[in-house]
């Protein structure tokens, strides 16, 4: 995957964090293309979450892919990881070139359309250790991303363009939560990468 000469980083996180945005990460046609490849490579499933103690349909498609045997527990249920696929080694090594960090998992997420949504949430699972780092590639639709601060409840928000990559590290996954809300405005499908590290845990002896 071959990655721009320049990319202008933006910071989106005003403290207590940090959320760095490289709008250009990938051109529009190298972008358009690992698009159309993972609407056919991925194995989109829908899944359920746990609210309040009840179950209800995600409000969008996901599929856990990773290394042998990292297994990921979201919304209280284990996920195995499909295999990689072409396109998203691919794209993870670009990454990890980028970040300078090494991944082992992906979490992808088609959203549908503007009536698939996220609700606010931190990847602060355990086995992600306690200063994660995240690395978010968007695809397809452009959608707006919200932060909200734990403590103070500062919000801020950034739209995400085809072919970015958002980079959270630090201690936002502790200080802040983030979102995708849902809109009336007619979007058509996002696909959303979140490429990290999962710390397995011993086997009992």
């Given at each position: ?90 794209l993870r ?32 699972e355990p ?79």
């Amino acid at each position: 995957m071959t990655l721009p000469l320049w990319s202008t980083a933006q910071e989106v996180l005003p403290h207590s964090g940090t959320a760095t945005l490289f709008s250009d990460f990938l051109d529009g046609s190298a972008a358009t293309r690992a698009f159309h490849a993972l609407m056919r490579e991925v194995v989109w499933e829908e899944h359920e979450i746990v609210l309040f103690g009840k179950k209800h349909a995600e409000p969008r498609l996901s599929s856990w892919v990773g290394d042998p045997g990292v297994t990921y527990t979201y919304s209280r249920s284990p996920r195995d990881p499909h295999p990689w696929t072409p396109t998203l080694s691919s794209l993870r090594e670009a990454s990890e070139k980028r970040t300078s960090t090494t991944f082992n998992s992906v979490l992808a997420n088609l959203y549908r359309s503007g009536d698939d949504a996220m609700g606010w949430h931190a990847d602060d699972e355990p086995e992600l250790g306690s200063q994660p780092v995240i690395a978010s590639v968007s695809l397809g639709e452009e959608r707006r991303f919200d932060f909200r601060h734990r403590t103070t409840g500062d919000t801020t928000s950034v739209h995400l363009p085809h072919g970015s990559l958002l980079v959270m590290a630090g201690e936002t996954q502790t200080n802040w939560m983030h979102r995708i809300a849902r809109t009336k405005k007619p979007l058509g499908p996002r696909i959303n990468l979140t490429y990290r590290f999962v710390h397995l845990r011993p086997h009992a002896q």
